[in-house]
């Protein structure tokens, strides 16, 4: 079962992310982890929704309608089914995945500072040159932060990856 998040439902269901989580605090869409849905699961929950909401309009839908959203629906999700397989578009397991790694790297990288730098400041006495190493360590650590390629390009899996995520 695939999961999408509350914007590709709102699409889906012609309707904002608010009314998706609204309708989720109602009861009426089941949320399988946070954020995340079932798409087919929430667009019968959501019609039987409109159904039980108002029973007199059963017989006045219009069949071709009512065909042509299911059509529209239906498309959709097939398309963004093809762009998570072209790698156009990332779970928000994939992308919680690829930040941790990030971070806990940058932690790393920071957490050696003071091992990789006391005994270099232990001779040092002017508080510029302090400085100046401190800054070049740090500046060190932020490069690698900010150059998404070489940090993520070691693991391969996620090299040249960044594009449009759901």
Partial sequence: MKLYTAAAVARRLDMTERNVRTLRDKGVLTEYKPGLYDLEAATRQYINFLRKKNPDAEEKVDYNTERAKLVRAKREGQELELQLRKNEVHTTEDVESVMTDMLIR???????????????????????????????????ALEELADFDTTFGKGGENEGKHKKII
């Fill in 106 to 140: 940058f932690r790393t990288r920071l957490m050696a500072i003071p091992a990789k730098l006391s005994p270099t400041l232990t001779k040092k006495t002017e508080e510029v040159e302090i400085f100046k190493l401190l800054k070049a360590a740090v500046d060190e």
